[in-house]
């Protein structure tokens, strides 16, 4: 039982990346619209892919070179089943595939953990201590009708 459930783990982790061949983008697309509404820009890094939902991060590694590139999904397709991601060109060249065209890659989702800054304990500024204390406010003096006779000024 225990490596049946050891085996069913070791799958699910083995599905969580995918292998197939990547193209890019034409530069004719630059500055059109892609399906989530935003422009193509050749210079930011994203894709298409058909199945991950608009904004996923991947992490696309080129076998060949052992280059990766994360890229965010931002367009659906492509729309041949000879691949199975279409990445900008700007990631394309970061992985090193513009002069084939197309390269086999492997793509995982990106999930970051790690907080993009955080600052150290010993490089925060020091904050002064607030004086948080009591202060009574200003007395003022009693009505004519709620004083004792006996009271003068």
Known sequence: M???????????????????????????????????????????????????PFGTMLKVRNPLNDRTVIVRVTDRGPYSRRFIIDLSRAAAKKLGIIAAGFSQVEITPFHPEVVPY????????????????????????????????????
């Open 2 to 52: 225990i490596l049946l459930c050891l085996l069913a783990g070791l799958f699910c982790v083995a599905q969580e990346m995918f292998k197939g061949n990547a193209s890019y983008y034409s530069d004719k697309l630059h500055g059109r619209r892609m399906a989530n509404g935003e422009r193509y820009h050749r210079d930011s890094m994203t894709c298409a892919h058909l199945k991950f």
């Open 118 to 153: 955080k600052a150290e304990e010993d490089s925060l500024p020091e904050v002064p201590e607030l004086n948080l204390q009591y202060t009574p406010v200003a007395t003022y003096p009693d009505p004519v009708w709620q004083r004792d006779s006996t009271d003068t000024e």
